[in-house]
């Protein structure tokens, strides 16, 4: 089956400081690619379309300067967190588009969980 | 604007009882729809997913939901609970021209022997 896959799995940074997270499809091409943050005991809030070859698309209310998205290639996409808060703090999911399947078809990453001091 | 309602934020059941966790949606179109179960601090499992046809969905792990136009509902249901299905449930629709996935609150079900 498709498999997503992201990394770090956890990550703990200093305030001020920035921090990627990968998000990679590991045995399908993904064109699209989205990324969602989940606060402790709280639903999944999509942030972003990701594009490969584009910019990505933001949600009402996200900062396309503070969460940068790039998707530079079919299997690979990053969010960087720049100059990191402690309310940056939570847990990042994103998902990948199978460009050969159905457009409504999502498989999702594990997750990352950043915490910042 | 599409919108996904979980009406029941917690959820207890007693082990072998059967169980539904509710969901309404808001969309103009037909939705796709989708269950997704997620253990403390792990990502998302899929349990199933409504698309087209056949209104009564099964799932894994036993689960079924079922999809009515006419209430926009999208319940899913399972005839005995075991302990280990205790999580969080979340429902999402997918929707927009970039088929975008918007997920209701959650329900977090507690299992007791």
């Known amino acids: 089956g498709a498999v997503v896959s992201q990394h770090p799995s956890w990550v703990i940074c200093k305030s001020g400081t920035s921090v990627k997270i990968e998000c990679r499809s590991l045995?399908?091409?993904?064109?699209?690619m989205f990324w969602y943050r989940q606060f402790p005991k709280q639903s999944l809030m999509l942030m972003a379309t990701?594009?490969?070859?584009?910019?990505?698309?933001?949600e009402q209310g996200v900062e396309k300067d503070k969460f940068l998205i790039n998707h530079a290639s079919l299997t690979l996409s990053t969010l960087t967190v720049t100059s990191a808060h402690p309310e940056d703090s939570s847990f990042y999911i994103c998902?990948?588009?199978?460009?050969?399947?159905?457009?409504?078809?999502?498989?999702f990453g594990p997750g990352t969980r950043l915490t910042v001091t | 604007a599409q919108s996904v309602t979980q009406p029941d934020i917690h959820i207890t059941v007693s082990e072998g009882a059967s169980l539904e966790l509710r969901c309404n949606y808001s969309?103009?179109?037909?939705?796709?729809l989708f269950w997704y179960v997620q253990s403390p601090g792990q990502g998302l499992q899929l349990l199933l997913k409504?698309?087209?046809?056949?209104?009564l969905v099964q799932g894994i792990k036993g689960f079924e939901a079922e999809f009515k136009r006419s209430q926009s509902s999208f319940n899913l249901r399972k005839p005995s609970v075991h302990w280990s299905d205790a999580a969080e449930y979340f429902c999402?629709?997918?929707?927009?021209?970039?088929?975008?996935?918007?997920f209701g609150t959650g329900t977090s079900l507690t299992v007791i022997p």
């Open positions: 998902s990948a588009r199978d460009h050969r399947g159905p457009s409504y078809e999502q498989y």
């Open positions: 045995d399908f091409q993904a064109t699209t």
């Open positions: 990701s594009n490969e070859g584009s910019k990505a698309t933001y």
């Open positions: 969309y103009g179109a037909t939705p796709y």
């Open positions: 409504y698309f087209s046809g056949d209104t």
């Open positions: 999402a629709v997918g929707a927009g021209t970039g088929n975008q996935f918007y």
